[in-house]
């Protein structure tokens, strides 16, 4: 089913108040690695919103998604202080590890394994 506007007018008010927000609470910077808000998701009521962070060179990943979480409550408090005057509820946020870059970065290292490897089997007379 396709986004509706007003479910992507949500969607980017959230992310970008909650990008500030992990700036604010230190929350950008974890475990010396990057957490980024990579999309928000929006449920077509408004009640709920998904967040998707993207977590660069964290070594511990289980430790900041459970740091972010311990730390829920006071987003959300911080959050809707933001946003009461554009929406008429706060949707219930859902914190889930965006694995993009995982995929990507796993991607490019088959591709160059099986350049590599095509690379060593060509026959006598190719350049």
Known sequence: MEEGKRQRQVAGVIQEEMNDIFRRLGLNMIDGGMVSIS????????????????????????????KIEDRAWEIKKDLSDRVKHQLRRIPVIHYYQDDTLDHVFKMEELFKQINSEAGGNKPSGEA
């Open 39 to 66: 999309s928000v998701k929006v449920t077509p009521d408004l009640l709920e919103a998904r967040i998707y962070l993207s977590l660069f060179k964290v070594n511990d990943e289980k430790a900041a998604m459970k």
